[in-house]
Antibody
Framework: QVQLVQSGADVKKPGASVKISCKATGYTFSSFGLHWVRQAPGQGLEWVGW????????AYSQKFQGRVSITRDTSARTAYLELSSLRSEDTAVYYC?????????????????WGQGTLVTVSS | EIVMTQSPATLSVSPGERATLSCRASQSVSNNLAWYQQRPGQAPRLLIY???TRATGVPARFSGSGSGTEFTLTISSLQSEDFAIYYCQQYDNWPPYTFGQGTKLEIK
């Protein structure tokens, strides 16, 4: 079945970078967009960015521009989210989520399914 | 950026009863609205997209309605597994995609 399996929890110091992975199984990796959404402790959901795994096109929330990067390894069917210059406010669970079928553009996307989430803690 | 506002923040309903959750957009999002369910310690799960289309495997007791700026998620007869947090998401205006702050559905 379709699954997105993410890397494990990580703890970083302020100013450091973190790289989270999301491995896709059960479908053609390059045929669906891939998003990243985060959720701070006890808070709501916040969209971070998107990638077309087929051609590596990306789009990011302006809030994270300049310190976020989404990449992929097609042979490993894995997408990566890297966030730099970490601050305490970046402490959150980061989810990858697939975009709609038959649609490889960043707009007009809902998200299904979601990975299990990766907790990133930023603390000195 | 479109602001999504959900109400109420917490809804207390007895099992077997109907629950009605609301979501309002700060400007029209046409019918480009989705609903997600999040149980404690779990990732969100897509329930409804395009305002009223149930995702694969979602029980028929879940239904969505609305258009423009006002949307509703209705759960016709609450089961124990339905007590969770529900989020709406607009995907009409991007970037960014935006979510409501959530409605917690709790057992009365």
């Amino acid at each position: 079945q379709v699954q997105l399996v993410q890397s494990g929890a990580d703890v970083k110091k302020p100013g450091a970078s973190v790289k989270i992975s999301c491995k896709a199984t059960g479908y053609t990796f390059s045929s669906f967009g891939l998003h990243w959404v985060r959720q701070a402790p006890g808070q709501g959901l916040e969209w971070v960015g998107w990638m077309n795994p087929g051609n590596a096109d990306t789009a990011y929330s302006q809030k994270f521009q300049g310190r976020v990067s989404i990449t992929r390894d097609t042979s490993a069917r894995t997408a990566y989210l890297e966030l730099s210059s970490l601050r305490s406010e970046d402490t959150a669970v980061y989810y990858c989520a697939r975009g709609p079928p038959g649609w490889l553009r960043p707009e007009y996307n809902w998200f299904d399914p979601w990975g299990q989430g990766t907790l990133v803690t930023v603390s000195s | 950026e479109i602001v999504m506002t959900q109400s109420p923040a917490t809804l207390s309903v007895s099992p077997g009863e109907r629950a009605t959750l609301s979501c309002r957009a700060s400007q029209s999002v046409s019918n480009n609205l989705a609903w997600y369910q999040q149980r404690p310690g779990q990732a969100p799960r897509l329930l409804i997209y395009d305002t009223s289309t149930r995702a694969t495997g979602v029980p028929a007791r879940f239904s969505g309605s609305g258009s423009g700026t006002e949307f509703t998620l209705t759960i016709s007869s609450l089961q124990s597994e339905d007590f969770a947090i529900y989020y709406c998401q607009q995907y009409d205006n991007w970037p960014p995609y935006t979510f409501g702050q959530g409605t917690k559905l709790e057992i009365k």
